[in-house]
Nanobody, 123 residues
Framework: EVQLVESGGGLVQAGGSLRLSCAAS????????IGWFRQAPGKEREGVSC????????YYADSVKGRFTISSDNAKNTVYLQMNSLKPEDTAVYYC????????????????WGQGTQVTVSS
């Protein structure tokens, strides 16, 4: 059974940090890039970052460049999203998913979504 399980969300003050984890199982981890998306109340889901498990290439949305860092531990089949200098506008449910297409920013290019983890940044 394919599973992606996010963890690490929580409540943090503006300027603080959180590290999200995405643990994958049930598929060959090295065959897929893993992306992080987020969805704030009343807004569409947006791509945040993506990493290729095979060659380590990384991609970021402009809104998080310089603040968020994505990494992968292939031995643990886990992808991390280190989030620093958090802002209230980063508040959202964060999801990880496996990229099956070619455009990392497009939600429709992904399959095998996790259940999400809530990140709340207070001002």
């Amino acid at each position: 059974e394919v599973q992606l399980v996010e963890s690490g969300g929580g409540l943090v003050q503006a300027g603080g940090s959180l590290r999200l984890s995405c643990a994958a199982s049930g598929f060959t981890f090295d065959d897929y890039a893993i992306g992080w998306f987020r969805q704030a109340p009343g807004k569409e889901r947006e791509g945040v970052s993506c990493i290729s498990s095979s060659d380590g290439s990384t991609y970021y949305a402009d809104s998080v460049k310089g603040r968020f860092t994505i990494s992968s531990d292939n031995a643990k089949n886990t992808v991390y999203l280190q989030m620093n200098s958090l802002k209230p506008e980063d508040t959202a449910v964060y999801y990880c998913a496996a990229l099956v297409g070619s455009s990392w920013e497009k939600e429709g290019e992904y399959d095998y979504w996790g259940q999400g983890t809530q990140v709340t940044v207070s001002s």
